[in-house]
């Protein structure tokens, strides 16, 4: 038998239950509680829908991250592509020989599409792109450009083939372009109606078996 904590001692038998309900113990032994569905008055911090016990996990009220269960999923997901995203970027430099200019078209097809505003420059009007850097990389080189340097990053979503999934959001949303011309990135859509295309179009290439 494996040697008993002072919190096993204290509370025996019961110990093996605490994790089912919603009280903890602490490292002096001594008993707390966890936050509540009924005592639960909060909205999640991204999306903003009511968090109870059908939207939102136990394991995140216990440790008091006011996050529904999509969004948490999400942001996992966007941890896992974020990470083999820069694996890919790493493995892409160790190749190539020192101070060597990457050249077009790198082969690496993951990266972010994103949502910028300029709103000096482009008051009401928001700019879905692609990169294979860094969010704040491309506010930095879209700031030489923007004679204002108010560029903002507003949503950034990693993704497995950011060419793809631009192309998708571009189409979706072709009736608010700001201009006929095909290739412009700029639309008459508020940051709610972009974020709800890129994840629209990235949910219906995963549902296709596109990755």
């Given at each position: 038998m494996?040697?008993?904590?002072?919190?096993?001692?204290?509370?025996?038998?019961y110990?093996?239950?605490l994790?089912?309900?919603?009280e903890?113990?602490?490292?002096?032994?001594q008993?707390k509680?966890?936050p509540?569905?009924?005592?639960?008055?909060?909205?999640?911090?991204?999306?903003g829908?009511?968090?109870?016990?059908?939207t939102?996990?136990?394991?995140l009220?216990?440790?008091?991250?006011y996050?529904?269960?999509?969004?948490?999923a999400?942001?996992t997901?966007?941890?896992?592509?974020?990470?083999?995203?820069?694996?890919?970027l790493g493995?892409?430099?160790?190749?190539?020989?020192?101070?060597?200019?990457?050249?077009?078209?790198?082969?690496?097809?993951?990266?972010i599409v994103y949502?910028?505003?300029?709103?000096?420059?482009?008051?009401?009007?928001l700019?879905?792109?692609?990169?294979e850097?860094?969010?704040?990389s491309r506010r930095?080189?879209a700031?030489?450009?923007?004679?204002?340097?108010?560029t903002?990053v507003?949503?950034?979503?990693?993704?497995?083939d950011r060419?793809?999934?631009?192309?998708?959001?571009?189409?979706?949303?072709?009736?608010?372009?700001?201009?006929?011309?095909?290739?412009?990135?700029?639309?008459n859509?508020t940051?709610e109606?972009?974020?709800?295309?890129?994840?629209?179009?990235?949910?219906e290439?995963?549902d296709?078996?596109?990755?």
């Open positions: 494996g040697v008993r904590t002072k919190t096993q001692e204290n509370y025996g038998d110990y093996n239950v994790l089912d309900r919603f903890w113990v602490s490292k002096r032994g008993l509680h966890y509540s569905w009924s005592s639960l008055n909060k909205c999640c911090k991204h999306c829908i009511q968090l109870n016990e059908t939102m996990n136990l394991s009220l216990r440790e008091r991250r996050t529904c269960k999509d969004c948490d999400e942001a997901a966007q941890n896992i592509l974020k990470r083999k995203h820069e694996a890919e493995e892409l430099a160790e190749k190539e020989p020192p101070k060597k200019p990457r050249p077009l078209g790198s082969g690496v097809k993951s990266g949502v910028i505003e300029m709103p000096t420059a482009h008051k009401g009007r700019k879905i792109g692609k990169t850097k860094d969010a704040d930095e080189a700031d030489t450009w923007n004679p204002h340097r108010d903002v507003l949503f950034s979503f990693y993704t497995e060419s793809r999934l631009e192309a998708d959001v571009h189409y979706f949303l072709d009736e608010y372009r700001c201009t006929s011309y095909p290739k412009h990135e700029w639309f859509v940051l109606q972009a974020k709800y295309a890129i994840r629209k179009c990235d949910r290439r995963q296709r078996g596109e990755l």
